[in-house]
C-alpha cells in the first residue's frame, strides 16, 4: 500500500551538530511538506517541496521525486529545533499522508 | 493575514457524549481539512471539505462528521465519543484543491485536545 516512512525514528544532538532527516515514499506525488511539531501539537510549515532543493535559514530539504524520497538538513543545531519532525505527502489524492515522524533533541 | 485557529483549545468529555469542534481557515483558503493524531503518531486524515462539501474520507466510521460554511469555516462533529478518540485533532486549510490548480500547501491551526474519560 501506499507508505511514508521516516529515518531516523529518534536522534540526539550536541547543540551544534548537523543532521539529514530522510522521508521515502512509496508513489509518485502532488506535494510533499515537512513540519516541526513544537512542544504544544502545532505543525509549523518547514517546507513545501514536491521536488527539487530549497533553503530556509539553517533548515534546507531537497526531494528527489523520480527515486522517492526527501532529505531534511538541519545544520548548526540549536536546542529550539528539538521536537519532531513529519514528513506530510499528497499522492494525488487530495489528503497529507503522514510518516510516524523523527524526535529529534538537541542537547546544550 | 489570520493564520488558522481552532477551539476550543481542550476539552474533556465522558464516554458517549458528544462533541463539536470549531476551525476557521487561512484568509483566502477555501479547503478546510481535519486530522486526528493520537500520542506517539503521525496526524490521520479524517475527511475535507470544499465549497461546503465533503471531497473526501479517510478511514473513519460515520459517527464522525463535519460541516463547512459559506465563509469556508468548519466543524467537526463526533457522536457517541469512545475512550480511543482521545486525541490531538488538528484542523489544516489549504487554497482550492479541486480545479486543476497545482499549488495546495496545507496549513495547520494549533489544535483542540480531546480527552474521553
Known amino acids: 500500500g501506499i507508505q511514508v516512512e521516516q529515518s531516523p525514528p529518534d536522534l540526539i544532538l550536541q547543540e551544534g551538530a548537523n543532521s539529514t532527516l530522510r522521508c521515502n515514499f512509496s508513489d509518485s506525488v502532488n506535494n510533499l511538506q515537512w513540519f516541526h511539531q513544537n512542544p504544544w501539537g502545532q505543525l509549523i510549515n518547514l517546507f513545501y517541496i514536491p521536488s527539487g532543493t530549497k533553503q530556509n535559514g539553517r533548515l534546507s530539504a531537497t526531494t528527489v521525486a523520480t527515486e522517492r524520497y526527501s532529505l531534511l538538513y538541519i545544520s548548526s543545531s540549536q536546542t529550539t529545533d528539538s521536537g519532531v519532525y513529519f514528513c506530510a505527502v499528497d499522492f494525488n489524492d487530495y489528503k497529507l499522508s503522514f510518516g510516524a515522524g523523527t524526535t529529534v533533541t538537541v542537547r546544550a | 493575514e489570520t493564520g488558522v485557529t481552532q477551539s476550543p483549545t481542550h476539552l474533556i468529555k465522558t464516554r458517549g457524549q458528544q462533541v463539536t469542534l470549531r476551525c476557521s481557515s487561512q484568509?483566502?483558503?477555501?479547503?478546510v481539512s481535519w486530522y486526528q493524531q493520537a500520542l506517539g503518531q503521525g496526524p490521520q486524515f479524517i475527511f475535507q471539505y470544499y465549497r461546503e462539501e465533503e471531497n473526501g474520507r479517510g478511514n473513519f466510521p460515520p459517527r464522525f462528521s463535519g460541516l463547512q460554511f459559506p465563509n469556508y469555516s468548519s466543524e467537526l462533529n463526533v457522536n457517541a465519543l469512545e475512550l480511543d478518540d482521545s486525541a490531538l485533532y488538528l484542523c489544516a486549510s489549504s487554497p482550492s484543491l479541486v480545479g486543476g490548480g497545482t499549488y495546495n500547501e496545507q496549513f495547520f491551526g494549533p489544535g483542540t485536545r480531546l480527552t474521553v474519560l
Open positions: 484568509s483566502g483558503h477555501n479547503t
